[in-house]
């Protein structure tokens, strides 16, 4: 299995392509469509489907593009924010200090999650953890055969998400980092949603916010 990234350079977004022998999982399609396009393109898989960290308009601004020129998809999100896909408020689209970028009203998901479910996707084996307080949605994707994790905007290498936008709670943020994320396996590698990876190891021991 291949994982690779595009960095989104309007908000320094990881999009994520997850690769096995016959298929392809996009997760959190950012703001860079053209770059998003030719990486899957290039790939040259059919996408399994879409998954989706939290809904924020910087992790979402490429999904409808995606969907149309790739079949569409299956998209998957939880449950509290697919309301979040078309309402620009809550994915933050529609503030005033965003006037400068597209209001996003998007298609819904097909799929909510089911948390702690093993989920096999053509080949792909993977389960999701609820880890909110930068979102009260936001989740990590766990890969237990290739010992990694997605953590969203969660768990960042040395530090973790912002939790002053609406349904943040910092409380929440991090005992769902410490529950959730901390009791994986140490040799975990750990691809957020912005920044550098990390792993579970570095984070029991560098992360001040996790002391």
Known sequence: ?????????????????????????????????????????????????????????????????????????????????ASWLYTPEYNLSGLDRHK???????????????????????????????????SIGGVSIVFPEEHFVLSGDALFRETIGRTDLPTGNLEQLIAGIKRELLSLPKEYDVYPGHGPATTIAHEKMFNPFLK
Not at 120 to 127: A, P, Q, S
């Open 1 to 81: 299995m291949n994982i690779q990234k595009t960095l989104n350079a309007l908000a320094y977004e990881n999009t994520y392509y997850i690769e096995n022998d016959s298929h392809l999982l996009l997760i959190d399609p950012g703001s860079n469509f053209e770059a998003i396009q030719r990486k899957i393109t290039e790939i040259g898989k059919p996408i399994a489907a879409i998954l989706l960290t939290h809904t924020h308009y910087d992790h979402i601004m490429s999904l409808d593009l995606v969907r149309k020129h790739f079949n569409n998809p299956p998209v998957y999100v939880a449950e509290s924010e």
């Open 100 to 134: 400068d970028i597209e209001t996003l009203i998007l298609k819904p998901a097909e799929h909510h999650y089911v948390f702690h479910q093993s989920y096999h996707l053509n080949g792909f084996h993977f389960y999701v953890l609820p880890t909110p307080g930068h």
